[in-house]
């Protein structure tokens, strides 16, 4: 390995795992961004050495050495950047960041976390029953873990890795998993792959790449059909139903208890630290992974009751006392089902009470793809804010904008809201429980208007 990482696209959430991973072990780290951000600021307290201009004379002398450098770059980095363009024309070796996750996988017992929506949590929850169990891994995650206020854990001597296998441009396609997981295959990224028979093609690929020692673990229902190799054990899961599933769920007082079911045993009394509906799927798939492991009954017990979420993942940022007090919560959903299990879970926790949606929508594409499942899913609210789209690496679309989903919206409340004037709106606002959503830079905004509703 080269002694010097640059990273393309450094201030990315699964891009920053990797740079803590190789600074850990003594590489020098550099690379660049388009925008300053709490997590760059981190990453560069922590010794990466970032640059938010695309000035190739800003690049570290360190870095100029193809010999000596690799040069890390996302998928979502334009091919005609000047930066990643610099390194292709003057001999570096450059990789995508899911090929740096494949030679970690290759090097140890990977557990693969991949779907359309839920692989963050359970893969985060894995990572956290393998972390507080002692048998410990170095995880590569999509979210910031409220417990370790970060997105890698490190292991000097554990053999197991957990990586959020993405299906962005097929990336989960580098890795070699020794288990992978698998939670749904709802059609997503059709900019990508075209179809939804694409889609469910690049996921029976996937699955093709688990080492013949190894398991896949997929949820019951899905329009999915597995080609893993000769040797590699099968196991379905769900809520109700498969090898491993739930019985005896019990939700009391704002706490969500089950049992699980395993083709060995039943482990009993296990106790959601996020008690959210959708939090029962996702903690048997990753229960389901580390029983595979080395990890005791017990161990997982106590780690699921003590798991406190990732950033963004039906994240409280306000819950005032009492009946009326007013609730604020935000979620990264940004598919219509993601949407739907948010919302529902809200409805669920709680009931009667008046819900206002303020929604990001997240890339030209996926609006246009799905803007009459998102109108479905949001109208579900009392009241619905739109703001504009969030571009990511899209270009617009003629025709594409937040309108063809408020067009769409029955509920009886709805607008669309400018960016920069959201705050100083949200008194105006009529509700008792909100819910920001979406994957792209609404999160910034979440500190004011939490101050607003104070």
Same mark, same amino acid.
């Given at each position: 390995m080269k002694n010097n990482i640059y990273f393309i696209g450094a201030g990315g959430i699964g891009m920053a795992a990797l740079e803590r991973y190789f600074l850990a072990r003594g590489c020098r780290v550099a690379g660049y961004d388009r925008t300053p951000s709490e997590l760059t600021h981190e990453l560069e307290s922590e010794g990466v050495h970032i640059d938010y201009s695309d000035d190739l004379s800003l690049i570290p002398d360190w870095c100029r050495d193809p010999e000596h450098t690799l040069v890390v770059y996302t998928a979502a980095m334009p091919a005609d950047h000047p930066v990643l363009k610099w390194f292709c024309d003057n001999g570096f070796e450059v990789i995508k960041r899911a090929k740096a996750l494949g030679i970690v996988t290759m090097h140890s017992r990977g557990l693969c976390f991949a779907g359309t929506h839920g692989k963050t949590t359970t893969s985060s929850m894995a990572a956290h029953i393998l972390h507080q169990s002692g048998v410990g891994c170095n995880a590569f995650l999509g979210g910031i873990l409220r417990n370790y206020g970060s997105n890698?854990?490190?292991?000097?001597?554990?053999?197991?890795?957990?990586?959020?296998?993405?299906?962005?441009?097929?990336?989960?396609?580098? @890795?070699?998993?020794?288990?992978?997981?698998?939670?749904?295959?709802?059609?997503?990224? @059709?900019?990508?792959?075209?179809?939804?028979?694409?889609?469910?093609?690049?996921?029976?690929?996937?699955?093709? @790449?688990?080492?013949?020692?190894?398991?896949?673990?997929?949820?019951?229902?899905?329009?999915?059909?597995?080609?893993?190799?000769?040797?590699?054990?099968?196991?379905?899961?769900?809520?109700?139903?498969?090898?491993?599933?739930?019985?005896?769920?019990r939700k009391a007082d704002g706490d969500i208890m089950f049992d699980l079911v395993t083709p060995w045993e039943v482990i009993a009394d296990i106790s959601l630290g996020v008690p959210v509906d959708i939090n029962i799927d996702n903690a048997i798939a990753a229960m389901a992974a580390c029983r595979l492991t080395e990890v005791s009954a017990d161990d997982m017990r106590r780690a699921i009751a003590t798991f406190q979420g990732p950033k963004r993942r039906f994240e409280f940022w306000l819950k005032e006392p009492g009946e009326h007090g007013r609730v604020m919560i935000d979620d990264y959903a940004h598919h219509p089902d993601e949407l739907r299990a948010s919302i529902t879970s809200v409805r669920d926790l709680y009931p009667g009470r008046r819900l206002g949606v303020i929604f990001q929508p997240h890339l030209y594409t996926r609006t246009r793809d799905?803007?009459?499942?998102?109108?479905?899913?949001?109208?579900?609210?009392?009241?619905?804010?739109?703001?504009?789209?969030?571009?990511?690496?899209?270009?617009?679309?003629?025709?594409?904008t937040s309108e063809i989903i408020l067009n769409r919206l029955t509920c009886a409340k709805k607008a669309i809201i400018p960016r920069e004037k959201l705050v100083e709106s949200i008194k105006s606002l009529n509700f008792d429980v909100l819910l920001t959503v979406g994957a792209g830079d609404i999160d910034r905004l979440l500190p004011d208007i939490r101050q607003q509703l104070l």
């Open positions: 890698f854990l490190l292991s000097d001597s554990s053999p197991y890795s957990v990586i959020e296998a993405d299906e962005f441009d097929r990336s989960f396609h580098q @890795l070699t998993p020794w288990v992978a997981v698998i939670t749904s295959t709802d059609p997503d990224h @059709l900019d990508i792959y075209g179809t939804e028979e694409a889609y469910l093609e690049s996921f029976a690929h996937f699955t093709s @790449l688990i080492r013949p020692d190894g398991a896949l673990i997929v949820h019951t229902g899905l329009k999915l059909v597995p080609r893993p190799h000769e040797g590699v054990k099968v196991y379905t899961y769900s809520r109700h139903d498969g090898d491993f599933h739930a019985q005896n769920i799905f803007a009459p499942e998102f109108a479905q899913v949001l109208s579900l609210a009392d009241e619905v804010y739109l703001l504009p789209i969030y571009p990511a690496r899209e270009q617009p679309i003629p025709g594409v």
